[in-house]
C-alpha cells in the first residue's frame, strides 16, 4: 500500500471512527495525544481509565486542566510511546501526528479523530460523541448541558444592554474573527467584535494604526506566559496603544481557557462580562 493511501486512510471522519468505536467494548485504556482532546478525556472519563496524555496538557499555561494530570503518564503523540501504553482507545486530534496515527491504525490500534470546534453546536457534538464513545453519555450531558446553562445565565445578565466593541489582540497583533468560538462567546455577553468588520477570518493580525483607527470600547489580550520576554508580546506595550488606553486596562484572559471547546469558555466569558461591566459603570453608562 502506497504511503499517499496511507495518509488518505488518516483523514477518514470522525462519524465513521465514532460509529467503529461504539460498537466496540467500552475502553478501558485511553490515551489522548492532542492538547484538546486530553481536556475532554480527563473530563468526561471514568476515573483511573485515561492512561496517557500529551505533556502539554500538564503544563497550566497550555492547559486549565493540569491539576488533572497527576499520575498519568504524559507523551508526545509518537507511535512506539502509544504501543507501549497498550490501549484499547487513542483518541486525538485530526491534525496531530498523522504518521503515528497511520502506524497505529496499520497494526490495528483503534483511533479516534476529533475536529477543533468553531461554534458552541460543534463543541456539544464533540463532546456528546466522545462521551458516546467513552460510555459516559451522561457525564457528556451534563457538562455541555451546564455550559449553555452558564452562558444562559450570563446572555439574561446583558439582556436589553450593549457594551460597545472589542478587539482581541494578542501577539504579534494576531486578533481573532469569524467564525471561531471567541466570536460567538463575545457576541453573546453582548459584546461588537471589531476584528469581523476589520474583515479577519478565525485568524489573522492586524496593524498598530488598525487597532488605534477602530478605537475599539474594549480591548482583550490571551494571557500566556506572562512572565517569560517576548519580542512578540511587544506589540501590547506600543506606547501608542497604552495612550490609547490611559487607565483603562486590557482585559487578559488565560489563552488555555479558550484554545479548545469546552467548560472553560464559561470562565472566560465571565471575566471579559465582568471587566466591562466594570469599565461601564465607572463611565457611568
Known amino acids: 500500500m502506497t504511503l499517499a493511501r496511507h495518509f488518505l486512510l488518516a483523514l477518514v471522519t470522525v462519524c465513521v471512527t465514532v460509529h467503529n468505536v461504539m460498537a466496540a467494548e467500552v475502553p478501558r485504556r485511553i490515551v489522548s495525544t492532542n492538547l484538546c482532546t486530553d481536556q475532554m478525556v480527563l473530563l468526561l472519563a471514568e476515573p483511573g481509565t485515561v492512561a496517557s496524555v500529551s505533556f502539554l496538557t500538564a503544563d497550566p499555561h497550555e492547559s486549565p486542566v493540569a491539576h488533572l494530570t497527576d499520575g498519568i503518564v504524559l507523551n508526545h503523540g509518537q507511535?512506539?510511546?502509544?504501543?507501549?501504553?497498550?490501549?484499547?482507545?487513542?483518541?486525538?486530534?485530526?491534525?496531530?501526528?498523522t504518521a503515528a496515527k497511520v502506524l497505529l491504525r496499520r497494526i490495528g490500534y483503534t483511533i479516534i479523530e476529533v475536529d477543533?470546534?468553531?461554534n458552541f453546536a460543534g463543541v456539544r457534538e464533540a463532546y456528546l460523541e466522545l462521551g458516546a464513545?467513552?460510555?459516559?453519555?451522561?457525564?457528556?450531558?451534563?457538562?455541555?448541558?451546564?455550559?449553555?446553562?452558564?452562558?444562559?445565565?450570563?446572555?439574561?445578565r446583558v439582556a436589553g444592554r450593549s457594551f460597545g466593541s472589542v478587539l482581541i489582540l494578542d501577539a504579534n497583533g494576531f486578533t481573532v474573527g469569524r467564525p471561531s468560538l471567541i466570536d460567538q462567546l463575545l457576541s453573546r455577553i453582548g459584546l461588537v467584535n471589531l476584528a469581523v468588520q476589520m474583515g479577519i477570518g478565525d485568524f489573522g493580525q492586524v496593524t498598530m494604526e488598525a487597532v488605534l483607527l477602530a478605537k475599539p470600547d474594549h480591548m482583550v489580550r490571551?494571557?500566556?506566559?506572562?512572565?517569560?520576554?517576548?519580542?512578540?508580546?511587544?506589540t501590547l506595550n506600543?506606547?501608542?496603544l497604552l495612550r490609547f488606553l490611559g487607565d483603562q486596562p486590557m482585559i487578559s484572559v488565560?489563552?488555555?481557557w479558550v484554545n479548545c471547546g469546552g467548560p472553560y469558555l464559561a470562565d472566560a466569558a465571565r471575566l471579559v462580562l465582568d471587566a466591562v461591566e466594570d469599565?461601564?459603570?465607572?463611565?457611568?453608562l
Open 279 to 284: 469599565v461601564s459603570g465607572r463611565a457611568g
Open 79 to 97: 507511535a512506539e510511546e502509544i504501543i507501549s501504553l497498550e490501549p484499547d482507545l487513542v483518541v486525538t486530534g485530526r491534525y496531530t501526528t
Open 254 to 256: 488565560p489563552q488555555s
Open 133 to 156: 464513545v467513552l460510555g459516559r453519555e451522561e457525564q457528556a450531558r451534563d457538562l455541555v448541558n451546564s455550559l449553555e446553562s452558564r452562558f444562559t445565565q450570563l446572555e439574561q
Open 238 to 240: 506600543h506606547p501608542a
Open 116 to 118: 477543533t470546534p468553531s
Open 222 to 234: 490571551m494571557l500566556y506566559r506572562p512572565d517569560a520576554p517576548s519580542l512578540a508580546n511587544q
